[in-house]
């Protein structure tokens, strides 16, 4: 920390005693309440959830909610299917896409050459950028007839679903493992090395571990990202709104997740209704993972210091 | 097996693994240009949809979204850079910051279909805008937000602390010195961010979905409080919603958003790099 970041002349106590001008003043205040707004934006967002979500838990018995049978219907609205549905192609997204993720990070950090590199980041970075309705269109005409040829009976399943949010959130994972494995400082691979380790020795025994508490936290935001993701799900998962009994086959079947259902059903339900109710329910629920795995990623990275500080401190 | 051993083909599994990641991308990108391609025409590209869709172009879903993305920016610019300016700039260390940084967090993790909904219920119900241009623009604005904020700061951060000494020490005041040194400094990094952000917000299609997305709307919007047709939601309506659906329609819809995506992604990726070659200190 000994590149400790100057801190701007402009806040020391003389400035601030000195002259105070109005036009000054009122540009200061327009601009922290942009900050602040921030803030008021997300306790927005929640409350308009909370306003025309509320009614779903007040109306629907508990024990209803988190029943096992979505049936929109004959007014049947058990969460657990699109919990089960959510958890499972989450699950199978994050089991793929933790090694493919980590493992190319590593690649990229420790083993390509310069030129190499230099080419694969932008080409991860393309991937960033494709919409997900797009991979969500790929996965509905290529990627669903080549899992269904492996013998399911349809190629709308979980898996299928697994595989497109891997893809999905590899960028995240790979460039956030990289960050951790690049804040590994460079004398741990050279006094590993000098002692006479192999190249992988020193990459699985010193940097990996070092950089354990980095991965930690690429494993949570892809997990926020895959657990978020709507449209691509929606198309490739079949939708099934039923619980796949516990079997080694259960992710090749149609499952329903809980972003697909809001996006499914909300075009069609009245305003007003428990029906339309409950789809913003399942959004509070929704914004409520997403909040506590961010806060928690955002308080391991050190919500205080941007990207460049962090790297800064280490040169 | 000997460490050297182990060693080599600890190298070969990672770089077939690695290859394993990278692939599939480029050919995701290469499939739809090869299927898309065909379809694509003068007439694809400035004509309206025909028969149920199934015939002529895609024009007012490219227009919608071109108008989104100009909503979108209107949304998000000031506010985001103003956040920006505020972190930088002007926030001490202390539990606000500490809170508008946690929004900011969670702003970027909170679910697109989340923002869907908030919209619906904020822009599109309570504020009685309807499905209307300007409720995908706010919503769409404040979902960019956070990448918008984040870029800004890093390229306001990255202006040389003497140009803020010199300026202040000249008896330019805090918000000048902001003005007319910091701001115009940074410029090129914000504009990337907000290109950036602009092209994820181009391509997603969960937010638009209640907020003013149309189904099939062959005349363009006459005022921002129209509906307006978008390739996003048109790809996803063509694709699983219209039966007998030609394929190279489908693929076209899909190469033309990609496009318009990756062109905003590249232009942002170009500001940038042309930004730090000619960077000056």
């Known amino acids: 920390m000994a590149v400790a970041k100057e801190s701007p002349p402009a806040r020391t106590r003389a400035d601030e005693t000195h002259s105070v001008n109005w036009g000054e003043a009122i540009i200061e205040t327009l601009i922290k309440a942009a900050g602040i707004s921030t803030i008021f934006i997300i306790a927005l967002i929640f409350f308009f959830l909370l306003r025309e979500g509320i009614p779903a838990f007040l109306d629907i018995p508990l024990r209803q909610l988190f029943g096992p049978r979505w049936y929109p219907i004959e007014g049947i609205y058990g969460l657990l299917p699109l919990l089960v549905g959510s958890l499972m192609v989450t699950v199978g997204a994050v089991v793929i896409a933790l090694p493919l993720g980590i493992i190319t990070a590593i690649y990229l950090g420790e083993i390509a050459p310069l030129w190499l590199r230099e080419i694969l980041k932008p080409i991860i970075e393309i991937l960033a950028g494709i919409p997900s309705i797009v991979l969500g269109f790929l996965g509905w005409v290529v990627l669903a007839p080549l899992v269904q040829n492996l013998g399911a009976p349809t190629g709308l399943t979980a898996f299928t679903g697994s595989l497109i949010l891997a893809y999905m959130s590899l960028p995240t994972i790979i460039s956030i493992s990289e960050d951790a494995l690049y804040a590994v400082p460079k004398e741990y691979r050279d006094g590993a090395l000098a002692i006479g380790a192999t190249q992988w020795q020193t990459i699985w025994r010193v940097v990996v571990p070092a950089a354990r508490s980095g991965m930690v936290i690429a494993i949570m935001l892809g997990i926020g990202r895959a657990i978020g993701e709507t449209m691509a799900v929606m198309m490739v998962t079949g939708n099934a709104s039923n619980i796949p009994p516990l079997s080694p086959g259960m992710f090749f079947q149609p499952v329903r997740t809980m972003t697909a259902t809001i996006a499914a059903e909300m075009g069609e339900v009245a305003q007003g209704t428990l029906h339309y109710n409950t789809l913003f329910a399942i959004g509070i629920v929704l914004f409520v993972i997403s909040f506590a795995i961010n806060s928690v990623a955002g308080r391991l990275v050190g919500v205080k210091g941007t990207r460049r500080e962090r790297h800064g401190a280490q040169l | ?281």
Request: charged share 10%.
């Open chain 2, 1 to 281: 097996m000997s460490r050297q051993q182990t060693h080599r083909l600890a190298m070969i599994v990672i770089t077939l693994v690695a290859a394993i990641a990278v692939i599939p991308i480029v050919f995701v990108i290469g499939y739809v240009v090869w299927n898309g391609i065909s379809a694509i025409s003068w007439a694809f590209l400035t004509e309206a949809p025909r028969t149920g869709m199934t015939e002529g172009g895609i024009m007012p879903a490219i227009v919608g979204t071109v108008i989104l993305i100009f909503g979108t920016a209107i949304v998000s610019m000031p506010l985001s850079i103003a956040t920006a300016v505020y972190l930088a700039e002007y926030a001490h260390d202390n539990r606000l910051t500490r809170y508008i940084r946690l929004a900011i967090v969670n702003l970027a993790g909170i679910p697109s279909i989340v923002y869907g909904l908030f919209g619906l219920g904020a822009f599109v119900l309570f504020m009685g805008f309807g499905t209307s241009i300007v409720a995908g623009s706010l919503t769409l604005g404040i979902m960019t937000m956070p990448v918008v904020i984040s870029t800004a700061e890093e390229a306001i951060l990255g202006v040389p602390q003497q140009f803020r000494t010199v300026s202040l020490s000249l008896g330019a005041t805090r918000w000048q010195t902001i003005r007319y040194q910091v701001l115009p400094h940074a410029l090129p990094g914000i504009l990337t961010g907000l290109i950036l952000g602009l092209g994820r917000a181009a391509g997603e299609t969960a937010p638009i979905l209640f907020t003013v997305a149309a189904f099939y709307l062959p005349e363009l919007p006459g005022s921002v409080f129209d509906q307006t047709m978008a390739l996003p939601y048109h790809l996803y309506v063509i694709a699983t919603q219209v039966p007998g659906m030609p394929l190279s329609i489908q693929y076209g819809t899909a190469l033309v958003l990609l496009l318009i995506v990756l062109s905003l992604t590249l232009t942002a990726t170009i500001v940038r790099t042309q930004m730090r070659r000619r960077r000056e200190w």
